[in-house]
């Protein structure tokens, strides 16, 4: 498998993993009635905290940002044009989205914002190589 799509994949493991540690923290699960609230169909889910809140927006964020790094990674393994400046991008996108990740967490508004920006400069990387 290529450089790309290993990123892609390694993405796709830690958006997953962003989804489930966002639904646990919700739910509170690592006491008793929140496990049980888990478990269940969460139809008394109490509203999001501050760090749930921004748990659940890092793991959106990531789930939106994953369909888009996806599709540049895909087209560009099957238009077999994946030279450097496409990987270039890949890297920058993925290692903005590991930085991102524990700010948005931690709640620091600019630094995520500017991680942000750098994965979208990332995935521009890629695109602007592929048109």
Do not use: K
Request: glycine fraction near 6%; charged fraction near 10%.
């Amino acid at each position: 498998m290529n450089p790309i799509l290993t990123l892609v994949v390694y993405f796709a493991i830690i958006t997953w993993l962003l989804v489930v540690v966002a639904s646990l923290i919700r739910a509170r699960a690592w006491t008793p009635s929140g496990l049980l609230l888990a478990f269940g169909n969460r139809d008394h889910l109490a509203d999001p905290g501050a760090f749930a809140g921004r748990a659940e927006r890092t793991a959106r964020n990531s789930f939106d940002n994953l369909v888009f790094f996806a599709i540049l990674g895909l087209a560009a393994t099957a238009s077999n044009r994946t030279g450097s400046q496409v990987v270039l991008g890949a890297q920058v996108f993925f290692w903005a989205r590991m930085v991102y990740i524990p700010v948005y967490y931690i709640g620091i508004p600019y630094v995520r914002t500017a991680s942000w920006a750098v994965s979208i400069a990332g995935l521009a990387m890629m695109a602007a190589a592929l048109l």
